[in-house]
């Protein structure tokens, strides 16, 4: 398993300063239309990773020719966080609820975004975890150990909810990743009992699929949501990087539980959705995180916006 090293989590932290001016906090657009219901998304802030986390195993002269390229920095890689949201003529969905207060300085911006785009937390009736990373998970609860969504469900992959709170978790990770499974563990305990698990090719709610994308953790899904005759999907963090995910998602990276089966996850998923011309939305794509995947030789290329 590849892991984020000491040596790597000291660049990490060195750059955390420059994390709150990072686009995105705070701000709220609309995507997508699909009928009677639309996809919005809200920021939760953004984060600075060390380069080596996003390719593994890779020269890194090869790296930096491909940022290069693509015209992205080469020393650090920016990510922002979009939490997709669904309304419906009932209420809204959220896709996945940010980081909280207590991961990496630069989000948990998603109360704040709510907020400012006066939408009601009440009146979310349902939250769909892709998986159960701290940027995606640990937002589920306020600075109280109160749900921020007290009117929600909670839906997330049974197989997801397993590892992450399995006593022995702690044996399978290494122990930089031990503050995850606690935080997950946590959450878990706060919002248990009004979780429902589910799994891939379920339609978990009305208009939303459920699909299997797994190897960044063991359990980790897409949603293929629709209405009006449209769909698009929510990818969560199965695709996270514009240009190493589409140009090479055979690369394997530092974020994902089992590499090989996250490469390809990767060129599987992009298979699909090129011959749909699906439009997706990615947690760490660029704001607002809606494009759409065209292929290119025997590579791939990440396009803003619907097809």
């Known amino acids: 398993m590849d892991i984020l090293n000491r040596r790597e989590a000291l660049a990490l932290a060195a750059g955390l300063a420059a994390t709150m001016a990072l686009p995105g906090a705070a701000r709220a657009q609309s995507v997508m239309t699909l009928g009677p219901r639309s996809l919005h998304v809200l920021s939760d802030g953004g984060f600075e990773l060390p380069m080596s986390m996003v390719a593994r195993q890779v020269p890194e002269?090869?790296?930096?020719?491909?940022l290069a390229a693509e015209?992205?920095?080469t020393d650090v890689s920016r990510s922002v966080l979009n939490v997709t949201l669904l309304k419906d003529p009932d209420g809204w969905t959220i896709f996945d609820c940010g980081a909280g207060a207590n991961f990496l300085p630069g989000s948990g911006?998603?109360?704040?975004?709510?907020?400012?785009?006066?939408?009601?937390?009440?009146e979310?009736?349902?939250v769909i975890f892709t998986h159960a990373h701290p940027d995606h998970l640990w937002g589920a609860i306020d600075d109280f150990d109160s749900d921020l969504f007290p009117n929600a469900s909670y839906l997330i992959a049974g197989a997801e909810w397993d590892f992450w709170a399995a006593p022995d978790v702690y044996s399978k990770l290494p122990e930089d990743r031990h503050a995850f499974a606690a935080g997950a563990q946590r959450i878990f305990k706060a919002i248990g009992e009004k979780t429902k698990r589910i799994a891939a090719g379920q339609e978990v709610a009305p208009g939303i699929l459920a699909v299997d994308t797994s190897g960044h953790t063991p359990g980790h899904l897409a949603f293929v949501v629709a209405g009006g005759g449209k769909q698009a999907m929510i990818l969560g963090d199965a695709l996270t990087h514009r240009a190493i995910s589409f140009r090479h998602p055979e690369w394997r990276t530092?974020?994902?539980t089992d590499p090989d089966k996250g490469a390809a996850t990767r060129k599987a998923l992009l298979d699909r959705l090129v011959a749909e011309k699906l439009p997706f939305i990615?947690?760490?794509?660029p704001s607002p995180g809606l494009g759409h995947a065209v292929k290119e030789g025997s590579a791939y290329r990440f396009v803003a916006g619907a097809p």
């Open 124 to 126: 979310v009736k349902r």
């Open 61 to 66: 002269a090869e790296i930096k020719a491909l």
């Open 282 to 285: 990615g947690y760490h794509l």
């Open 71 to 73: 015209g992205m920095p």
């Open 254 to 256: 530092g974020s994902d």
């Open 109 to 122: 911006k998603l109360a704040a975004s709510l907020e400012a785009a006066g939408i009601n937390k009440d």
